[in-house]
């Protein structure tokens, strides 16, 4: 029943969410701007007009700002979002041209217009001919002066190829007037002020300009600005551009106020550029080369030109009204017709939902009464259990008492002492418990009684035989701590006495072994010595193992610590827990000594080494990564202290411990465990390589070598150095 209602359930969402989704465009066209003008958002405006009639068509724009590599970054964009043709606009010829080529050679169309590149890789090419502009502007400028004068031209950004292509025609027109000189072509960028500093800063005698020829309207402001101030009212200069946009402040009102002499009309055609598009996206005719017509401006006809494209605009702007209402009488229908289907799955998913819901209360209702049936009969399991329990237990409490007896009249040895009272007080906490799950109490008192942990059953024990319960400490011996760092040092954290007892007799005669009982102050004992391994008793008071290995694993000086979990908890879902809170291995008790010692030298064989932990790059010493986060953060904050400040000789590992909120010994038990190294050892061989880098790819002497990298006197910096390569640093550069 349920598994019908749900696949009705997600066949109406699937089709709800089908309905909803809109349709994607057919093609997605990307253009690249090379830079953000007037100019270029009119072109702008009119490809993203001309989509109102290509409903299958998707325009995403993109400014370089003048910036090649913004452009380059831009060109790699669009190719990886997967676009069905790209629009660019070439900021420079030879820097824009291999990354057109790159789209080119995907398969992807390219139409570069306004400016071209160096290379034939390109589907269409659309604009103007700006060497004809330019040429006109020459004559245009010639006949103005009747043949005499003389000139200054501010050109466009350097390596593009309008200004290349307006510059060489300028010439050429102005060859016809060998009586107009040509003073000078100072570079701009196409910015206003551009020109207004190249002019500003020219040595140029400016009061004897005729005309200036900017290769844009801007241009041509700017000029006309620096020298309206460097000569004054007095200044009988002209001033013409290229653009002629129209507009408040455009090349058009400028030639009308006769703040320009002229401009020529540099067309955008957005209309013909999308047209163009649609013709190679859709496999129909097209010309590779389009040219567009252009026209000079004058005082003549600046004002009807005018008037026509402000009746352009007006018309323009009432179209995009229109558009702007069907698309949102559109979209309100779309969103009845998704809201009513969205109700209807609404109330489909209700009923569904109240079915599911009654199915899950008598479900629930069932599994209360199974989980009841299944309580009671683990009560009698363990109830029969218990009785079978007690002809085991007379068979070890009988023989470890004549054992007592027999060795108090001989003379054994501490040792086997120990582990005879440990046998013989466990055996009788086991008893107690046996007995007390026998006493036919409640069912809740027997669960209890099952899931109580080493010190609970401590202390029920000695309850039960008129003991009392002694405050449990952290034992660390001092017979157990060495001054070598080099020795493996293990970290027992058991509530229990008699268990950290047992441990410390078969670990100390292999390792330094330090004492916890519970996991607070094994946390503080962890993170003060730093142990090579922990092994840690689950259930404890204070903090239990679980937590204590989270902290552990969590701590930057001790993430590194292998943390073997040995508890009785012998349950599947048990040690899965223990695993996910960090643990690295679990047994369970009872174990066995020769596993337990196997494991423990397993898991110190198998800790990650960064042998190798500095390699050279370029010509600074890299770090080795390591796989575990936590680790990589530390050795990257260790090599960054050690590259800040590696020229510094009084660099030594109590600074670098300091920098690092650790003590000298954290700091160096971390990094031996880590890399097998000590934190000396790895300071002066990054700095052995740094200063084998430097030698070989600097004129430095070897003194300033020793130098740079920290050593004091460069005599030790040799001795080391053939240490550590076999060669003397003079005889490196002789190989």
Request: glycine fraction near 6%; include cysteine; proline fraction near 3%.
């Amino acid at each position: 029943m349920k598994e019908k209602c749900l696949i009705i359930l997600t066949v109406l969402l699937l089709f709800a969410f089908a309905s909803c989704r809109q349709e994607k465009k057919k093609f997605v066209i990307g253009v690249s701007q090379c830079s953000d003008d007037i100019w270029r958002n009119k072109l702008n405006d009119e490809l993203r007009m001309a989509t109102y009639f290509n409903e299958d068509i998707e325009v995403d724009f993109a400014s370089a700002y003048d910036s090649d590599s913004i452009q380059l970054r831009q060109i790699d964009a669009f190719l990886d979002r997967g676009i069905d043709l790209l629009i660019v606009a070439p900021n420079q010829v030879a820097t824009i041209t291999p990354a057109i080529d790159k789209v080119y050679d995907s398969g992807i169309p390219v139409i570069v217009f306004d400016r071209k590149t160096s290379s034939h890789k390109y589907t269409a090419f659309i604009g103007a001919d700006n060497h004809e502009m330019g040429r006109s502007m020459g004559e245009f400028i010639g006949r103005s002066m009747k043949g005499q004068g003389r000139v200054l031209e501010i050109k466009g950004l350097s390596g593009s190829s309008p200004s290349i292509d307006r510059h060489n025609g300028f010439v050429d027109g102005l060859s016809k007037y060998p009586g107009v000189t040509l003073v000078s072509s100072l570079q701009g960028d196409w910015t206003e002020e551009s020109a207004y500093e190249a002019v500003k800063n020219s040595d140029i005698d400016l009061s004897t300009i005729d005309f200036v020829f900017g290769q844009n309207d801007r241009m041509a402001l700017g000029a006309r600005k620096a020298i309206m101030e460097k000569v004054g009212a007095s200044a009988k200069t002209r001033y013409c551009g290229i653009d002629a946009l129209p507009g408040k402040g455009g090349g058009m009102e400028c030639v009308i106020d006769s703040i320009l002499e002229a401009s020529f009309i540099y067309p955008t055609n957005g209309s013909q550029v999308m047209q163009l598009a649609v013709n190679i996206l859709k496999n129909k005719p097209y010309e590779k080369e389009n040219k567009l017509m252009a026209a000079i401006v004058t005082r003549d006809n600046a004002d009807i030109l005018q008037m026509e494209y402000d009746e352009i605009a007006k018309q323009a702007e009432n179209l995009g009204l229109l558009r702007t209402k069907v698309d949102n009488t559109l979209k309100l229908l779309s969103n009845q017709k998704n809201y009513m289907i969205i109700l209807i799955a609404v109330i489909v998913l209700i009923v569904i939902v109240s079915v599911l819901g009654y199915l899950v209360l008598l479900q629930r209702s069932r599994i209360r009464e199974e989980r009841e049936e299944m309580a009671r009969q683990q009560v009698d399991f363990y109830t029969n259990a218990s009785h079978q329990l007690r002809t085991p237990l007379t068979l070890l409490v009988g023989p470890v008492e004549r054992l007592k007896k027999t060795l108090s009249s001989e003379n054994p040895s501490k040792e086997v002492t120990t582990l005879v009272d440990i046998v013989d007080k466990n055996t009788r906490n086991l008893e107690a418990v046996v007995d007390y799950m026998l006493k036919g109490k409640d069912d809740e008192m027997g669960k209890n009684a099952i899931v109580v942990g080493d010190a609970d059953v401590a202390k029920m024990s000695l309850e039960n035989t008129g003991g009392s319960v002694s405050d449990v400490s952290n034992v660390s011996s001092d017979s157990n701590v060495v001054d070598s760092e080099n020795d493996t040092r293990v970290l027992i954290v058991d509530d229990n006495d008699d268990i950290r007892t047992f441990l410390r007799t078969i670990l100390s005669d292999r390792y330094i072994v330090d004492e916890a009982a519970n996991g607070q102050k094994g946390l503080a004992m962890a993170e003060a010595q730093v142990p090579d391994l922990i092994i840690s008793d689950v259930m404890m008071p204070v903090m239990n193992g679980l937590e204590f290995c989270q902290r552990v694993k969590g701590e930057t000086t001790t993430s590194h610590i292998p943390v073997l979990l040995l508890t009785a908890r012998a349950l599947s879902h048990h040690q899965i827990e223990g695993y996910k809170h960090g643990a690295d291995a679990y047994i369970t008790k009872p174990f066995n000594q020769d596993l337990l010692m196997a494991r423990i030298e397993n898991l110190l064989r198998n800790r990650h080494l960064l042998h190798n932990i500095w390699s050279t790059k370029d010509e600074t010493p890299e770090l080795q990564p390591v796989e575990n986060k936590k680790e990589n953060a530390f050795v990257e904050r260790f090599k960054q202290i050690v590259e800040q400040r590696m020229s510094d000789s009084d660099l030594d590992v109590e600074t670098i411990a300091s920098e690092m909120s650790l003590s000298r010994v954290q700091l160096y038990r971390k990094l031996k465990a880590l890399t097998g190294s000590s934190p000396v050892e790895l300071l002066r061989r990054a700095r052995l390589l740094k200063g084998k880098t430097l030698l070989e790819t600097t004129d430095m002497s070897i003194s300033e070598v020793a130098y740079e990298v920290g050593f004091s006197a460069p005599s030790y910096f040799t001795k080391c150095f053939k240490d550590e390569f076999g060669i003397v640093p003079g005889n490196l550069r002789d190989s």
